[in-house]
């Protein structure tokens, strides 16, 4: 009989054990879906609050692992965004229209550019080597032509707008030009008549090729030297907002094509490029009106009326 008791005694342990387990497990997996985060009715779960981690810099994750000021900091900022965002959607356009619709326009935007950017990322691009080789020999200039370069030497005579009489200074000007083209020695002129900083100390040389239409240089300055016909010769005078310009002429660099290796890693970006704009167009057209549009045209009319144009 003794035995028979413990028996019974063992299975109502047991019974006891595995209703505790149960219930247990009841309890646990309900907190594992509770909010780990919950403030003013604002909540973060723990699949949230991981995918909220993972999005910080390995900077931030550190801070936060580290040191428990800079954890509280983080997630308050993260609770704060979503407390803004319930803010946002609770705007309506009853309370204030303005606000509200400049609201919806700017989400319907970052929605149409974030399901654009989903888009890209899942775009398989071909291969376009071939295309880049058939590219470079049919629009060589656009992807491998190297302009004709030049680099000169000047005179200036300053002269900046409001400070001096141009008039009174372009004879003088055109004096050292004369004597210039008479055979007068152009690092002598430069040395006595120059008001180049910049330059008067080096023999009036501009330490610069430039191709045509050069950035950053006063574009009168490049058109003349691109007008003189030979090295060594001169330029008419050359008037900028610096005043007076004599320009020589120092030497040229002639055009070329860089061979097709140095510029295909160029050209397959651009190709790609090309591909991917023309397949966010292809996607995008698929949220085009179809034929089976329905449109109330009298609304219409009484919407654009007032913007139409007075006949």
Not at 184 to 206: L, R, T, Y
Not at 212 to 228: K, N, R, S
Request: charged share 30%.
């Amino acid at each position: 009989m003794a035995s028979v008791f413990l028996c019974v005694e063992e299975v109502q342990r047991t019974v006891k054990r595995l209703i505790s387990i149960f219930f247990g497990v009841i309890l646990v997996l309900p907190a594992m879906a509770q909010n780990v985060i919950l403030d003013d009715d604002v909540g973060i779960d723990r699949e949230e609050l991981e995918r909220v981690v993972a999005s910080w810099t390995s900077q931030m994750q550190q801070a936060a692992a580290n040191d428990l000021g800079d954890r509280m900091e983080l997630l308050n900022l993260s609770l704060a965004n979503k407390k803004i965002a319930r803010a946002a959607q609770q705007m309506s356009p009853e309370a204030d229209p303005d606000v509200y619709w400049e609201y919806m326009f700017k989400l319907r935007n970052f929605q149409r550019r974030f399901m654009a950017e989903q888009f890209l990322d899942k775009l398989e691009i071909p291969d376009m080597s071939a295309l880049a080789a058939e590219r470079y020999e049919t629009e060589k200039d656009t992807y491998a032509l190297v302009p004709e370069h030049r680099i000169s030497s000047h005179i200036l005579f300053k002269c900046l707008p409001g400070e001096c009489n141009r008039n009174e200074l372009r004879p003088q000007a055109q004096a050292v030009l004369d004597e210039l083209l008479q055979g007068a020695d152009f690092a002598e002129m430069v040395e006595s008549h120059s008001q180049d900083p910049g330059s008067k100390d080096s023999g009036g040389v501009f330490n610069k090729w430039m191709k045509a239409g050069e950035p950053g240089v006063t574009p009168p300055y490049v058109w003349a030297l691109f007008q003189i016909d030979e090295e060594g010769h001169y330029s008419e005078l050359v008037e900028t907002q610096f005043g007076f310009h004599i320009i020589r002429l120092d030497g040229v660099k002639e055009h070329y094509y860089q061979p097709y290796e140095k510029v295909k890693l160029q050209i397959i970006d651009t190709l790609r490029t090309d591909y991917k704009k023309l397949a966010v167009k292809e996607y995008d057209a698929q949220f085009r009106m179809s034929d089976d549009v329905y449109i109330d045209g009298e609304a219409m009319d009484e919407i654009f009326l007032k913007y139409k144009t007075p006949e």
